[in-house]
């Protein structure tokens, strides 16, 4: 039985997004769940300078058939596994149809390997983004209360259904003031998308501003294990949670 890819995606950088993604594997990892973190941000990966990592082996050696998806990837103390990018790889920010073809595969080989593969996307709308995007099974938007970053999740979400119509979206508010003011700004592209794209979007899921955020980011150290009983380590587990009962 294969696994599912939930895809992590925003129109803007800054939101974070790779924060977000190393989060919900560790958040995932502990309601049981043996989760992979792929790092496709191409050109700027960076998921392993967040955890701390020096890898041997990246997505960049898997393309290339110097090795598989398992011998690259790296387990994490944290209770999860990790497929590294290659941050400033030319060959992986401009993917042909060839090399994409090739990273389908890979992610296809992932999917047999873990029953859960977060896949972190690169921010903005190229086709290599959008392609990974539509091929998850779930694809969550992180976006804040800044109006560009509003403007630029509906973007995203917009060419999303027109890529994978019928897909499962679904929109996360990060580093809201708190639950209240996540959910206004939810509801504010949620009016946008109902009224221009005919439907609304599911809000997956409100994460709180917290400053232990930036601070186990600074120390490389996941907020689930630095400060597991913070307010954003709490949104981020009801997020986990939310997203398994949806299986």
């Known amino acids: 039985m294969s ?40 050109g700027l990966a960076n998921a392993d300078v967040q955890l701390g990592l020096d890898p041997r082996r990246d997505l960049a050696d898997v393309l290339t058939g110097r090795c598989t998806v398992a011998e690259a990837a790296v387990a994490h103390a944290a209770g999860f596994d990790v497929l590294p990018g290659r941050s400033g790889s030319g060959a992986l920010a401009a993917l042909d149809g060839a090399g994409m073809n090739r990273l389908l595969v890979a992610l296809d080989e992932a999917r047999m390997g873990w029953p859960l593969v977060v ?13 990974l995007a539509a091929s998850a099974e779930t694809l969550l938007v992180v976006a804040t209360d800044e109006p560009t970053s509003l403007t ?56 709180r501003r917290d400053a232990k955020v930036p601070e186990s980011i600074r ?29």
Request: glycine fraction near 12%.
């Open 3 to 42: 696994g599912r890819i939930i895809a992590i995606a925003s129109g803007k950088g800054g939101v974070g997004k790779t924060w977000l993604s190393i989060s919900l594997s560790q958040a995932l990892a502990r309601e049981g769940e043996r989760v992979l973190l792929v790092d496709g941000d191409f």
């Open 152 to 207: 630029d999740a509906y973007a995203v979400l917009k060419l999303h259904r027109r890529d994978a119509p019928g897909a499962d979206a679904r929109l996360v508010v990060n580093q809201a003031q708190d639950r209240t003011s996540g959910e206004r700004t939810w509801a504010t592209l949620n009016r946008a998308c109902e009224g221009f794209l005919g439907a609304g979007v599911a809000l997956a899921g409100v994460i």
């Open 219 to 247: 120390r490389q150290t996941p907020l689930l294990t630095r400060h597991p009983g913070s307010t954003a380590a709490q949104d981020v587990e009801a997020l986990a949670r939310g997203l398994l009962a949806l299986a």
């Open 119 to 131: 896949l972190d996307l690169g921010a903005g709308l190229d086709p290599s983004v959008r392609r």
